[in-house]
C-alpha cells in the first residue's frame, strides 16, 4: 500500500501509464454515475471517453460489484443502463485533532452513512489516538450494519507536516507527541485495512473540491486558522505536496522581523500574531480563566470591541500572508475553515483587505474568499475524498 | 492556435483525452530518440508505452517526416531502428527584454543552429520590438538555410505577466508601453507561424528542466533578479499557471511594511529593496553617471565593500521572500538566473541564510539554491522548449 504522495506523485509524474489511465477513467466513470443512472453512450458524452473504453470499464466495475446493469431503450434503440451500487463500496474519514477525533463513513455516492466524534486527552500520544479510533471505528460499523469487507480505505488526517519520504509525522505538529511517528503503517497494521495519510490542511482543500461548493475550481487554497495556520493547496484540480510532502507552511510566513518567537524556531511568524492559541492569549489578559476559541466567537457576535480588534488584526494579517500566496499561485478561490468559520465577514472583512493590499492588482481583483461551508467537518471528509481518489476501486474484491 | 495556459490547462483538466495523451506519447518518443536511434522494442521498454502504441506513433511521426526508419536485427530476430530527423522540424525563441531582443532556432534534439541578440531603445512600442523580431528570424533563417516550413512554431517570452483569459500583456510588465498589448495575435499575423507566448521567468523555468540540468526535477522556481524580481515555477513536472496566467510575482512580496512605493501601487515590495534598479540607486549616490548592473558584477568580483554589502542586504531579502515561496509550495531546487548570475556565491550565501533563516526547518534543509548554467540565454531557450511542449508535432506538414 502506498502512501497519498506516492501514489499521486507516480501519476503525475507518468499520466500516461496504463494503470495510473485506467484509474482515472474508472474515476470518471464513477463521478458521472453520481449525478444518477445513464446510459453507456450518455456516459460515453459526459465523459469523452469512447463508447469502447466505457463499455470495458463498465464491465470491470460491475464485476466488482460497484455497478449494476440493466437493459433499456434510448431513441428507440436497445441499450444498457449503468448505475451505482452506492453502498458496495465505502470509505472511512478519520480525523486526528489536539482534542478530539471524528470518524465518518460514506458510499460512493458522498452520502454520510455513519459519524462520531469524540474527545481525546490534551496531550495524548498517538497509540492513545489510535486504539480510540478503532474502538469508534468498531463500533459505527456494528450500529450501521456496514461489512468490514465493502470499505475501500481509510483516509486519515492529522494537524501537522507529514514527510512523505518517511512517510512520519514531521517537526512542528500541532501534536507534538506525534512527531516521528509513522501513522501509516500503525494505523495500517492496527486496522487491516488500505490508508491514506494526509496533512489535515490538505484534506480541507480536497473536501472543497469534492464534497463543497468548489468542484469546478482547479486552483483553490483551503486556509485552517486555528491553534496553528496551515494551508493545503489544490493545484490544476489535484491536492499538491511538493518536494517532500511539506506544502502550505503558511502560518510560518514572517509578517514581523522582530516578533515573538515561534514554536518553530523563527520569529514574527503569521502564527504568533494571527492564530488562536494567539487571540486567546491577547483576550484573556488580566482574566482568571483563559477563555476558549467559542468565547471568541460569542463575544464578536455580540459586539465586543476588543474581541472585534483583535479579529481584525489576525484577518489583516493573515490576508497580508494570503496577497504573498496569491501572488505566487494565482488561485481562483480562496477558503477560510477552522474554528472561527461562524465568525463570517467579521474574520473575512479583514482577511480580504488585507489580500487586496498585499497582492499585485490583477490578482487581487480576480481572488474569491469564502467561509468554508463545511465547518468542522471539512477535514474528516476529506479524508473520505482521498480514499476515493486513490484506492484502486475496480480491484476492491 | 491556443496560447500556451490554454493548451496547458486542457491537457491537465482533461488528462485522459485522446489529444492530450497521444500528443504526450509522441513527446516521450521523441525524448527517448534525442539519445540516440532505438529499436522499437527499445523504445517501449524506455518509455512504458506498448509495443503496439509505439509503432503507432512511429508511423505517424514518419510520415510527418519527424523520424526515419531502418531495419536492422536485434538478438538476431528482424526489428525497426529509429532515428530522428533532428532537423525535419525546427522551433523559434524570442526573448524581448527592456533594451534587448534575442531570436534562437534550435532542432528536435536541442541543437542550437543560429542565433542573434540585437540592441532594442529603452522605451520601445511593441510593434517596434515585433518588427525588429521578424527581421532578426528573417536574416537568421537564410543564413542558415532554414525552411520557414520547417518551423513547428515560435515561443516568445516577456517581461511581464500575461493575463490569459485576454492573450494581453498585464499591468506591473517591466515594459509599461506593452501592457493591454495582444502580443500572440499580433506575432501570428506579421509571422504567419504557430507563437506560444509567456512570461520570460516561467520561460526561465522551463529551460532549467529542458536545457538546464534540472531534467530530473518535478518541481522547481527559478528567480530572475532584474529591474524587476519575477518566478518561474515548475510543479509536477509541468510550468505552472494557476487561474488567469499570473504567477511567481514574488517580487511583490512585502518586505517592509512601510518601505518605498513600489511601481506595483504597494510599499516596500521585494523589487523596492532587491532589484537591480535599487542595487544601482544605492551604489550610484554621489556619483556623476548611474553605474549599470554590470559595473555591479565587476565592482563585487574586486571585493569593494559597498557593492557587497548591496549584494548581501538584497539577497538576504531575496531568501527572505523565498523562505515563504518554499514553505508554501515546497520546491527541490531554486535557481536563481538574471544579470548578476556571474556573482555566484557572493549572492547565492545571502540567499541561502536567508532561506533558512525564514523557512520550516525541514523545508530549508531540503531545498537546494542553486545559480543558473544558462546565462543570459535562459528565456530564449525556454521559448523554444515551449514550443517542443506544446506544438502538435505529427500534424507539422
Same mark, same amino acid.
Given at each position: 500500500m502506498v502512501s497519498t504522495l506516492r501514489s499521486t506523485a507516480s501519476a503525475s509524474t507518468n499520466p500516461g501509464s496504463q494503470s495510473a489511465l485506467r484509474r482515472l477513467n474508472e474515476q470518471r466513470i464513477v463521478e458521472a454515475l453520481m449525478a444518477g443512472p445513464s446510459t453507456q453512450a450518455e456516459l460515453s458524452r459526459a465523459t469523452g471517453l469512447s463508447t469502447a473504453t466505457v463499455s470495458n470499464i463498465v464491465k470491470v466495475l460491475q464485476e466488482a460489484s460497484i455497478v449494476a446493469t440493466e437493459p433499456t431503450t434510448s431513441s428507440g434503440r436497445r441499450a444498457l443502463s449503468v448505475r451505482l451500487n452506492s453502498n458496495s463500496a465505502v470509505a472511512v474519514g478519520i480525523d486526528f485533532g489536539r482534542r478530539h477525533l471524528r470518524v465518518v463513513v460514506a458510499n460512493l455516492a458522498y452520502d454520510i452513512l455513519a459519524e462520531e466524534t469524540v474527545s481525546l486527552p490534551l496531550g495524548h500520544r498517538a497509540d492513545v489516538g489510535i486504539a480510540a479510533a478503532v474502538d469508534v471505528l468498531d463500533s459505527l460499523l456494528e450500529d450501521a450494519g &456496514? +461489512?468490514?469487507? +465493502? &470499505?475501500l480505505g481509510v483516509g486519515t488526517g492529522i494537524p501537522g507536516p507529514i514527510d512523505h519520504r518517511t512517510g512520519t509525522v514531521a517537526q /512542528? #505538529? &500541532? %501534536? =507534538? $507527541?506525534?512527531? /516521528?511517528?509513522n501513522l501509516l503503517t500503525h494505523l495500517e497494521e492496527t486496522l487491516g485495512l488500505p490508508v491514506f495519510v494526509d496533512n489535515d490542511a490538505n484534506l480541507g482543500a480536497l473536501s472543497e473540491v469534492t464534497w463543497g =461548493?468548489?468542484?469546478?475550481?482547479e486552483n483553490l487554497i483551503f486556509v485552517k486558522i486555528g491553534s496553528g495556520i496551515g494551508a493545503g493547496l489544490i493545484l490544476n484540480g489535484q491536492p499538491f505536496y511538493g518536494h517532500v510532502g511539506v506544502t502550505g507552511e503558511i502560518g510560518h510566513a514572517t509578517i514581523a522581523e522582530h516578533g515573538l518567537v515561534c514554536r518553530c524556531g523563527?520569529?514574527?511568524?503569521?502564527e504568533t500574531v494571527a492564530s488562536t492559541t494567539t487571540m486567546v492569549e491577547l483576550l484573556s489578559r488580566g482574566r482568571q480563566e483563559p477563555i476558549t476559541p467559542d468565547d471568541i466567537v460569542h463575544q464578536a457576535l455580540a459586539h465586543d470591541p476588543a474581541t472585534l480588534r483583535v479579529i481584525d488584526d489576525a484577518g489583516l494579517a493573515v490576508g497580508r500572508a494570503l496577497g504573498n500566496v496569491a501572488n505566487l499561485i494565482n488561485p481562483e478561490v480562496i477558503v477560510v475553515g477552522g474554528p472561527? #468559520? $461562524? %465568525?463570517g465577514d467579521l474574520l473575512l472583512d479583514p482577511v480580504r483587505r488585507g489580500l487586496r493590499r498585499h497582492a499585485v492588482p490583477l490578482i487581487g481583483q480576480t481572488t474569491t474568499v469564502a467561509m468554508s461551508a %463545511?465547518? #468542522?467537518r471539512a477535514e474528516v471528509l476529506g479524508g473520505v475524498a482521498l480514499v476515493f481518489q486513490h484506492a484502486d476501486i475496480s480491484h476492491h474484491a
Open positions: &456496514i +461489512d468490514r469487507r +465493502d &470499505i /512542528g #505538529a &500541532i %501534536l =507534538p $507527541e506525534w512527531v /516521528g511517528f =461548493p468548489h468542484g469546478s475550481v523563527n520569529r514574527g511568524c503569521l472561527l #468559520a $461562524e %465568525l %463545511l465547518g #468542522a
